[in-house]
């Protein structure tokens, strides 16, 4: 046995570190063990670095350019067609991601509505779920397009939200009902409003536990997390009539301030606060 030269504890005569402070006995085995540790965190550090270098906030000298697409910090080029963020009315999108059999697929639905020079409204859709519309990016790129897409969505809603919430606001104001999609009225009341019918009481169906809403899949081989699919069940319809039992509304329009107004109104009793 011998003593630590640090704590002056009894160690093994063979110890190269000591049990009891931690502090190594030979200096060429500590200096080696410090390389070691410092050259493995760079390289963990320079594997996240990768994962995200390419997720970064667009500037007019160090813009974001994916394919035919060009984001700047307050605006983006498509295809030569420059279109300020303060022009955006709408923002659409969407992204499925379901897992089968351990295998992992994202459908993804990014689209720009603005008003144009004649003050009528323009859908520029930048990438599609491939089912029905094609895109300027192909549905069947990368993870780290989407990626990148899915980050400028997030800033451009951030950069748009005040102006988004002020028109939703203003239109409740003047109508009395929240209108979505310049198809669904969604009343101070609950009542679920489409072509001049009430479909239902969404406020009535939530307190029963009827409304289907943000709701997920998850198995052994398979899972799935569904946030768009607004349901309820339609009022007065016969049992046997299965075809229009429910409504199903896409929650693909201004995702964002569409879920923060309508959990708002079902747990508070009104869309937005009073100084918007």
């Known amino acids: 046995m011998k003593k630590c030269p640090s704590c002056f504890e009894l160690i093994q005569e063979e110890a190269i570190k000591c049990k009891h402070c931690g502090e190594w006995l030979n ?38 350019i994916i394919d035919g697409l060009i984001f700047y910090e307050d605006s983006l080029t498509i295809n030569e ?16 991601v379901t897992t089968v059999n351990f295998s992992t697929t994202t ?20 990438i599609s779920n491939g089912i029905y519309e094609k895109g300027i990016i192909s549905h069947n790129s990368d993870k780290k397009i989407k990626e990148q897409l899915t980050f400028m969505k997030g800033l451009i809603e951030k950069l748009t939200f005040n102006s988004r919430v002020i028109k939703y606001a203003l239109e409740l104001n003047e109508t009395g009902y929240l209108l979505y999609k310049n198809k669904y009225k969604f009343h101070k009341n609950g009542n679920l ?32 997390f569904d946030p768009y699919s607004f349901i309820v069940k339609n009022n007065n319809i016969k049992w046997y ?36």
């Not at 080696?32 to 493995?40: A, D, E, G, I, R």
């Not at 067609?81 to 499925?96: A, M, R, V």
């Not at 459908?107 to 930048?126: D, G, P, W, Y």
């Not at 489409?194 to 052994?220: C, M, P, R």
Request: charged fraction near 25%.
């Open 27 to 64: 200096k060429k085995e500590n200096d080696l063990f410090n390389k070691t540790k410092t050259l493995v965190k760079e390289k963990i550090d320079a594997i996240k670095e990768n994962k995200t270098k390419h997720l970064f906030l667009p500037t007019d000298k160090n813009p974001m």
């Open 241 to 276: 009539d299965f075809a229009n039992k429910n409504t199903t509304i896409e929650i693909t329009y201004d995702w964002d301030i569409f879920t923060a107004s309508l959990m708002n109104f079902l747990k508070n009793g009104y869309y937005f606060h009073k100084n918007v």
């Open 193 to 224: 409003e489409i072509d001049n019918v009430i479909k239902a009481n969404f406020k009535e169906q939530y307190e029963n536990n009827e409304l289907t809403w943000l709701s997920s899949h998850s198995g052994y081989r398979s899972s799935s």
């Open 81 to 96: 067609t420059k279109l300020f963020y303060t022009e955006i009315t709408n923002i659409e999108y969407s992204c499925l």
């Open 107 to 126: 459908s993804m639905t990014f689209a720009l509505h603005f008003k144009n020079s004649e003050n009528q409204i323009e859908r520029v859709l930048i």
